[in-house]
């Protein structure tokens, strides 16, 4: 390889030499962290050179970050931003202000270190990994805002020492990975809690609260649970389509009119989460009111997230949300009961490591569904689907692309009818 490869041939040899779990899944899967400590010795730990908050959780933890992120950008810190998996671009991993990094640094990674790569034959995971961390090291940042891919104890994330250990909540996915049990699923997510390093918990959860309680204690580790400082009073809706939100902590009304532009009513735990992790990063930073207010004001056009609630566009109303396991699409179902419309349209597909049976047994049958696939290996087949759902009393047809589905479904959609994309990362980073 040489300087003159370009963008696109890089990332075609990054999916075709280093195993992928995005696309391919469990073969991709490594159960130790042997590769990342490897590739840090060889880039001289760079993730030592700046701080960190790491943010571990089944669902909210992508939220999560870019919301913390875009109250650290307000308030004029550096701030870096590693997440996963991205939906268009390899590029949306890696961000600083909210600005991808630049396609010539790629390329420049991977060209002046082909030679390590094919030696230690790291992951994709465990290469972006380490091309983040050598990246927001490169640009000095004062922070980066740090989410695990998977579980957490062996996620190659979980090298760094941060300021802040945030675990958002236990829900069964990647069951045959992290373990069948929410106990056990909490066991490798509080792997991310260091000696020394508060730790904070978004959701109380009956099954996990003592595992945390535990892991905490043999690690000295200072714990919190957000829902016992801080409760939502109440959210309601904006002309905007923002949600505004009155918060109390310990009964004390202390943020009133708190505009988010995350959609989505599970955004409501999401958000005392970060105010949360706000309180405790102030040891560390200045950040007062206004950067928590215009933060959470613009996280989405100051971090560039998507995919979360994303309304495509109306008359039908279509929309896109990435939620993708039981207890997402719980919260997706629950958002839609909530959202005026007429009939319901479905297009979703899945990858064909999830609990979709589980998933199915939650859906509406009331809705017309559109079943498909994305274009990836770890797509379910849509016919396959499609047999699966019939069983369940689910009424629809298979579609080979996410396009079609969603053109038959637009077709089919009535003016005040609502048509929702998802079940899969992959649906809807096909749409948005």
């Known amino acids: 390889m040489n300087l003159k490869m370009n963008y696109q041939q890089t990332l075609e040899y990054l999916y075709s ?29 760079p993730h030592r050179n700046f701080s960190t908050i790491h943010i571990a959780g089944t669902n909210g933890k992508g939220s999560v970050s870019h919301m913390l992120a875009a109250i650290l950008q307000a308030a004029g810190y550096n701030t870096g931003l590693y997440t996963s998996p991205h939906l268009r671009d ?16 790629v390329i420049k990674f991977v060209a002046r270190n082909r030679e390590v790569f094919e030696k230690i034959q790291p992951s994709f995971f465990e290469m972006t990994v380490a091309l983040a961390f050598h990246y927001f090291n490169q640009v000095k940042v004062d922070i980066a805002v740090i989410e695990t891919g998977m579980g957490g104890r062996l996620d190659s994330t979980n090298i760094i020492t941060p300021l802040l250990s945030v675990i958002t909540n236990i829900g069964l996915d990647h069951t045959e990975f992290l373990g069948d049990t929410p106990e056990l699923i909490a066991a490798e997510k509080a792997g991310i809690i260091k000696p020394g390093i508060p730790v904070l918990i978004g959701e109380s959860q009956v099954y996990t609260r003592q595992v945390f309680i535990e892991k905490a204690a043999i690690k000295n580790a200072p714990i919190s649970f957000v829902d016992e400082e801080y409760q939502m009073e109440y959210s309601t809706l904006l002309m905007n389509g923002n949600q505004n939100f009155q918060v109390r902590k310990k009964g004390t009304l202390v943020f009133e009119n708190l505009e988010c532009d995350l959609k989505g009513l599970y955004q409501k735990k999401n958000v005392l989460t970060v105010l949360a992790a706000a309180d405790i990063l102030k040891n560390h930073f200045e950040l007062s009111r206004e950067n928590i207010y215009n933060g959470l004001k613009f996280v989405s056009t100051s971090t560039g997230l998507k995919g979360r609630w994303q309304v495509l566009q109306k008359n039908p109303l279509v929309i896109a949300d990435s939620g993708h396991n039981i207890d997402g699409i719980r919260a997706v179902l629950e958002q839609i009961r909530a959202t005026p419309h007429q009939k319901l349209h479905m297009v979703i597909g899945f990858v064909n490591d ?61 003016e005040h009818d609502l048509v929702f994309v998802g079940g899969s990362t992959f649906v809807v980073a096909e749409v948005v």
Do not use: C
Request: glycine share 6%; no cysteine.
């Open 17 to 45: 030499q280093l195993p992928m779990y995005q696309r391919i899944g469990k073969a991709a899967y490594k159960a130790n962290l042997d590769n990342t400590v490897a590739l840090d010795e060889h880039f001289d730990h």
């Open 90 to 105: 390899f590029r949306e991993r890696i961000r600083i202000n909210g600005e991808m990094i630049p396609e010539e640094e």
């Open 354 to 414: 999830k609990n979709i049976s589980g998933i199915l047994d939650l859906l509406p049958r009331s809705a017309r569904y559109y079943f498909t696939r994305a274009s990836i290996p770890r797509a379910m087949d849509e016919k396959e689907l499609h047999k699966m759902a019939v069983d369940k009393e689910l009424a629809g047809s298979a579609y080979g692309t996410v396009k079609e589905a969603l053109d038959v479904a637009m077709n089919a959609a009535g």
